[in-house]
């Protein structure tokens, strides 16, 4: 794989920071752009914009079939059994709020009980708290151990009778945690429970495969699988979309309207009410060629083996510790330097043209748990280098410098 050909797909990188060519380590935030996508999206604004589904004229019945045609790739790029099982929203955050809102409507009451874990990020808790202020639900948080893998044992423990669904991260966007999703999944499913994933940080670092996983729900934001912002997507089983209430009411969503009586879109436009994102859906097709041209095994392992290179490095850095230990972990370090804040950590890498995150990553809850206010976090992308991980351990070693650390 030759990722500096691959890095020049990116035109970001022609661009340089404080005079220095730019260093970017925060795809967990969000991922760079490569050329393809933002011409697929120059060009069809330019040339073959249109609303979808509603029209006859030619524009329209080209921009529905472009739509169509991602959803399509999305079925194959996670495997779905049906393209009726995608739904385009704008994030994951939305997709998340989506089955929060129509499942907890239709099957959560009073004392009945949501488990999430200590990893999650808020857009994973956020909205099943909403169930909890709203119809009197509990939260249960399964725990992880000091390295930060879930501790398996403890949440199978947290199941019980009252357990609705369970609800968890596929990779933590701190720890960088792969969490054996397959495996909890099973426990939860020989219980009839459901299980949403939040796939955000695992679409661009892993092979999904929702059939082999056999998640009840899958969550992903485009704009981290390299693709445009405005662009989220909800796997969901068939069965559940059929059988779930309509999130969002209005135009595109509806079969029949009368004044005694309203029917619904069969699947998947029963859930995409209004005007669509139809010009970045469009573009996110390509941003799955992308993804296809270099081979998720081949990006998997170049992370894998461009994180081993960075956590051996910092290891040789007095002053820096690695947030985390997991069994399986992906391409997300985050640390903290002794005496120093994270946001003034990012603040001075930034002087070197790297950039990376500083706070809590939306994580309060984990932050809470690691007895830590905030983290600094780096984190790669399939355009990353060696090289960038070197610059970036040189600008630590400058930080420290700054601080006067010995």
């Not at 695992?202 to 729900?217: E, M, Q, R, T, Y």
């Not at 706070?359 to 932050?367: A, E, K, R, S, T």
């Amino acid at each position: 794989m030759n990722i500096e050909n691959i890095k020049s797909q990116f035109p970001i990188f022609s661009k340089k920071v404080n005079g220095k060519p730019l260093v970017y380590l925060d795809s967990s935030n969000s991922s760079q752009k490569p050329l393809s996508v933002i011409n697929r999206l120059d060009s069809f604004y330019k040339n073959e914009f249109s609303n979808i589904g509603r029209s006859i004229h030619s524009l329209s019945v080209n921009a529905t079939n472009k739509f169509d045609e991602t959803r399509e790739s999305v079925k194959k790029f996670i495997n779905a059994n049906s393209k009726e099982e995608i739904i385009f929203t704008k994030n994951a955050t939305e997709s998340i709020n989506l089955v929060a809102s129509t499942f907890g409507q239709q099957n959560i009451k009073k004392g009945d009980e949501i488990l999430i874990t200590e990893l999650e990020h808020h857009s994973n808790y956020v909205p099943w708290h909403y169930l909890r202020e709203n119809k009197g639900a509990v939260i249960k948080f399964a725990p992880i151990n000091d390295d930060g893998d879930i501790i398996i044992s403890e949440l199978e423990k947290l199941i019980s009778s009252k357990t609705k669904i369970i609800a968890i991260t596929h990779l933590s966007n701190v720890t960088g945690t792969i969490v054996p999703v397959k495996e909890i999944i099973d426990l939860a499913h020989k219980k009839n429970i459901p299980v949403l994933v939040d796939g955000c940080q695992s679409a661009p670092h892993l092979k999904i495969d929702v059939k082999d996983l056999d998640c009840d729900f899958y969550a992903i934001s485009g704009h981290k699988v390299y693709g445009p912002t405005g662009v989220g997507i909800l796997y969901a089983k068939k069965k559940w979309l059929e059988q779930l209430p309509p999130y969002i009411g209005g135009g595109g969503m509806i079969s029949e309207v009368k004044k005694d009586r309203i029917s619904y879109a069969q699947l998947p436009e029963k859930y995409e009410a209004g005007t669509m994102a139809t010009a970045e859906v469009v573009a996110f097709n390509e941003s799955i060629k992308f993804m296809d041209s270099i081979g998720i095994e081949n990006l998997v392992n170049h992370e894998r083996e461009l994180t081993n290179y960075a956590l051996e490095k910092l290891k040789t850095i007095n002053s820096v510790n690695v947030i985390g230990n997991p069994k399986n972990k992906a391409g997300v370090i985050s640390f903290t330097i002794n005496g120093v804040h994270p946001h003034d950590i990012a603040t001075i890498l930034d002087e070197d043209a790297v950039a990376i995150r500083a706070g809590h990553h939306c994580c309060q809850i984990l932050h809470e748990k690691l007895k830590i206010n905030a983290t600094a976090r780096a984190s790669f992308g399939v355009y990353n280098t060696k090289e960038d991980v070197d610059i970036f351990c040189k600008a630590i070693e400058n930080c420290r410098k700054v601080f006067d650390l010995k």
